[in-house]
């Protein structure tokens, strides 16, 4: 499955490639045309004046003008299907690289690591070779943040995951439509601050234009009657001084609030036209599943639709930007007090869709970041599955379940499965056997299914729950906090959580290791027992073999499992593969003996 999936892109590209040399032939053969045409005009014009005035090379020249402006027209077209069809050439060869893992140029998503700063440490949510590097394909800021958030925070109501699952579902299905976005997508040049000044333009109390609704009917009016009247000398040409500076007045006395709409709005005119187009392809889409078809309701509004409304505010903008043109800008405002105008009509555009943009763009991003999981589901679907949400206390099921970001030719699935509250499992294991990465896996699965995504695993039953956990600590000379102390403030953050939140996964990795062996033999042992007090759920890989022993103090809670080390012909062999049972064997002082460190 995966060879077809690389066989789609690789026909797309070819396909790309040769529509691409035809397009690129046209424009050529047009260039040729508008040269042509254009000393045609200038050679017609000369043989006009040449000959007396005929005016049959006047009429030929005109002709020929209007063909050369045809032509420009043809240009602009052909010249833009060039760069969307470069576009999706680009998605294509995006989408073979993130087939064979190479993503590393892609973007890290550090700046949302503020999220939640312990879960995208301890799991490489974002970063260099991060989920979110492996997963992005938004190709709006709001779609990116949108994604990063939800990695970041777990999704609990069942009924909305499983919606999003038949959306991601009826997507995967759709490349051409999440192709398109994309490639749209990559005329978009954000300076991230587009929706936050539109939503603060529309947040601003009304403006109280009654008097410049009266004004922008009544002074055009009367300047059209003055000119009139000086046009049949019942006024004097002088007069119009009057008129002139009338309206230049009014104009001027609103000049401050005309700019603060102009400064707000105005540089993201070029952005929301963008928008628009992405928005288009949403509305005209026909979806079957129920959460796309309420994301896409949200873009009509009384028959409606948003792409229609935003276009009128793109225009609304580019007409604001007349302002920078000093002379047609004095003649429009001496004659129709034009800014008034424009102001007026940006006022009542916010009063009619004011309660709309918010929905509007929820549905861009939403719909930009189910985009970036379709894919993912495309690209895997030979290796991942959609999981089923348990309505048991706890459960976590998955069989032959690997870590997404692991090249299949690399990956060692597992199956594990995890019941009811309390459970823990204690995972032992010698050093580089396996244990960490399994934590990563059980996590990014279970994050992925919380996301309505497909995760990497033959089957996959869960039920939605928090995720705490404490892998990555880092000391603080800032806050003058040690390692061990602060290890110890992130399992306080975890016992508080588990208390109010009873429905915890509390996934822990080597704790402790800032004490000597029998403290923090105690120390595991007493978290353990606490969190088994609270009904948790957790899982705790350790070297420490001797907290195995609580299996037997909490039978059918606690469990043991492990992964083991085989020493054939003086080289350590790792399967990788969840062992039941304690482990017995050990690498660091072999490893040590053949580094050389030891003897």
Not at 492 to 497: D, L, S
Request: aromatic fraction near 10%; charge should be neutral.
């Amino acid at each position: 499955m995966h060879s077809s999936v690389e066989n789609y892109y690789s026909q797309n590209i070819e396909n790309l490639t040769s529509f691409l040399k035809k397009i690129r032939k046209t424009i050529a053969w047009l260039y040729l045309a508008r040269l042509l045409t254009f000393l045609l005009v200038i050679a017609f014009i000369v043989l006009f004046i040449k000959f007396n005035n005929n005016s049959i090379y006047l009429i030929f020249s005109l002709i020929t003008f209007i063909v050369f402006l045809l032509l420009v027209k043809f240009d602009l077209i052909f010249s833009w299907k060039e760069k969307f069809n470069t576009h999706k050439m680009v998605v294509n060869e995006n989408e073979l690289k993130f087939l064979n893992h190479q993503y590393l140029d892609r973007p890290t998503g550090d700046e949302y690591t503020h999220l939640n700063p312990h879960l995208a440490a301890d799991f490489d949510i974002f970063g260099k070779a991060s989920l979110f590097q492996y997963l992005n394909r938004c190709s709006t800021v709001a779609g990116k943040t949108r994604l990063a958030e939800g990695l970041s925070h777990s999704h609990t109501d069942p009924t909305l995951i499983l919606k999003k699952q038949q959306s991601i579902k009826e997507l995967s299905g759709k490349q051409n439509l999440s192709q398109d976005f994309q490639a749209y997508g990559m005329f978009i040049f954000e300076n991230g601050n587009e929706i936050e000044h539109l939503q603060a333009w529309l947040n601003e109390t009304d403006e109280k234009i009654k008097l410049l609704k009266i004004l922008n009917l009544v002074v055009p009016l009367m300047n059209l009657i003055w000119y009139i009247l000086v046009a049949l000398g019942i006024f004097s040409i002088s007069s119009l001084g009057l008129s002139i500076l009338l309206s230049l007045a009014i104009v001027g006395f609103n000049k401050k609030r005309i700019g603060k709409a102009h400064d707000q709005l105005g540089k993201t005119a070029k952005t929301f036209e963008k928008y628009t187009a992405l928005i288009r392809l949403i509305e005209n889409e026909n979806f079957h599943s129920d959460y796309l078809r309420e994301l896409q309701q949200k873009l009509t509004v009384n028959d409606c639709k948003a792409s229609d409304s935003l276009s009128e505010l793109f225009k609304l903008l580019n007409s604001f930007d007349i302002r920078y043109n000093l002379i047609v800008s004095f003649l429009l405002n001496a004659i129709l007090i034009f800014d008034i105008q424009v102001f007026c009509r940006m006022e009542k555009w916010k009063t009619k869709h004011k309660n709309s943009i918010a929905s509007w763009f929820n549905t861009l991003s939403e719909t930009d970041m189910l985009i970036s999981y379709a894919s993912h589901a495309f690209n895997n679907q030979a290796e991942v599955s959609y999981p089923n949400i348990s309505e048991a206390e706890f459960r976590f099921k998955a069989e032959e379940m690997g870590h997404p970001l692991l090249h299949s030719n690399v990956r060692i699935n597992n199956t594990v499965e995890l019941n009811g509250m309390p459970a823990v499992m204690i995972i032992t294991g010698a050093n580089m056997a396996g244990k960490s990465t399994f934590l990563r896996t059980m996590a990014i699965n279970l994050i992925l299914g919380m996301n309505g995504a497909p995760v990497c695993a033959k089957s996959f039953v869960f039920s939605p729950c928090d995720i705490l956990s404490s892998i990555k600590i880092q000391d603080s000379l800032a806050n003058n906090e040690s390692y061990f102390y602060a290890e110890l403030l992130r399992l306080k953050e975890i016992i508080e959580h588990v208390k109010s939140h009873p429905k915890t996964f509390v996934i822990l990795d080597e704790i402790l290791r800032g004490t000597n062996t029998r403290d923090k033999q105690l120390g595991s042992l007493g978290l353990l027992e606490k969190l088994i007090s609270q009904h948790a759920v957790v899982i705790l890989a350790t070297h420490d073999v001797s907290i195995g022993e609580l299996e037997k103090k909490y039978p059918g809670i606690v469990t043991n499992h492990c992964f083991e080390v085989e020493l054939t012909n003086d080289q350590l062999i790792f399967d990788y593969k969840l062992k039941n049972g304690i482990s017995q064997k050990l690498n660091a002082s072999f490893l040590m003996e053949k580094m050389g460190i030891m003897s």
